[in-house]
């Protein structure tokens, strides 16, 4: 389906882009979120006004957040795990697992959405993009190192070739994981009991710069662009 977004949406466009998506993500996800709506028309003859008026916030918010994005790229977070002999870790270092280190580290509060990273599941040093607006992403250094090791040691691991497993397309998973998400908190259960979490595509605004959720790293490889300009 054809939506023009309402909101910029990581990965995907700005304000008032017109973009080809999945159909499951544009009505499952994108349209209830208020983050687009159908490209009618209608629709179409107000992506100026949407522009200007996107443009106006995020130069807005990309001033306020430069202080942030200075504080929290580069900097290098340590996390000492059980590992076995091959590197892989006896569990996994979680996007709240870091969330809460940049927390203890620097006083700024982060949402696990807006780290954008899958769960590290072996020693070494990681790059790790943290999503404070459309324009800022601070680069953290994430450290795992073997627990009864400094985390020195982590520069000097050989990487470990992960198996990934084909799913389909990228897009229509994630949004029947966004799907099933909303209904079970619908339903008053916490979505961090679910084992089952994708982060990606989600809108950075004022509200939601520091605090709110954002969303995770994948490539939107099933997304085509097909931005009308007016």
Known sequence: MKVMLLKDVYKLGRAGDVKRVADGYGRNYLIPQGMATLATDGALKQAGRIRESAAEERARLNQEMTAVFDRLNGIQLNFPMRAGETGKLYGSVTTQMISDAIREATGVELDRHQIDSEPLKTLGVHSVPARLTVDLIPDLMVVVHAEDLPPESAFKVEPVEEEIEAVGSFTDLQAELEAEEAD???????????????????????????????????ETTDIEEDTESE
Do not use: M, N, V
Not at 186 to 197: L, M, N
Not at 205 to 218: L, N, T
């Open 184 to 218: 079970a908190e619908a339903e008053g259960e916490s979505a961090d009991e679910s084992e089952r979490t994708l982060e990606d595509d989600w809108p950075l605004d004022a509200a939601s710069a520091i605090a709110g959720p954002q969303p995770s790293q994948s």
